[in-house]
């Protein structure tokens, strides 16, 4: 946002296509992994709906990102973000086997 309104559209457009270019690299090794799990005794069709839901909800949250950010402003979405963040991180540790919170001092 800074190099649009700065007058940089350049680095603006090379930066949107460097994270289109990041997430597509991110999805391309999700669906290897997925590929690499099905096969044996798995069934396929587990993997590939949940793939296919993750694409599916990251789409439709990315639809919505521009107007909700519209309403409510910049600091207020990355706020919510990092909350976001730090509360998934936390929840998907806890679910990792034998993980253990660090004692508090």
């Known amino acids: 946002m800074a190099?649009?309104?700065g007058g940089h559209a350049?680095?603006?457009i090379a930066a949107s296509?460097?994270?289109g270019a990041c997430v597509?690299?991110?999805y391309i090794v999700l669906g290897?992994?997925?590929l690499g799990w099905a096969s044996g005794?798995?069934?396929a069709t587990d993997y590939s709906l949940l793939y296919g839901v993750g694409r599916f909800i990251g789409t439709l949250a990315l639809l919505g990102m521009p107007a909700l950010i519209a309403r409510a402003g910049w600091l207020?979405?990355?706020?919510?973000?990092?909350i976001a963040a730090a509360l998934s991180?936390?929840?998907?540790?806890s679910a990792l086997p034998g993980h253990r919170p660090a004692p508090r001092a």
């Open 17 to 19: 296509v460097t994270a």
């Open 76 to 82: 207020p979405f990355y706020a919510a973000a990092g």
């Open 89 to 93: 991180t936390a929840w998907l540790l």
């Open 32 to 34: 290897g992994l997925i």
């Open 3 to 5: 190099a649009v309104h």
């Open 10 to 12: 350049g680095l603006a």
């Open 24 to 26: 597509a690299g991110i």
């Open 41 to 43: 005794g798995h069934a």
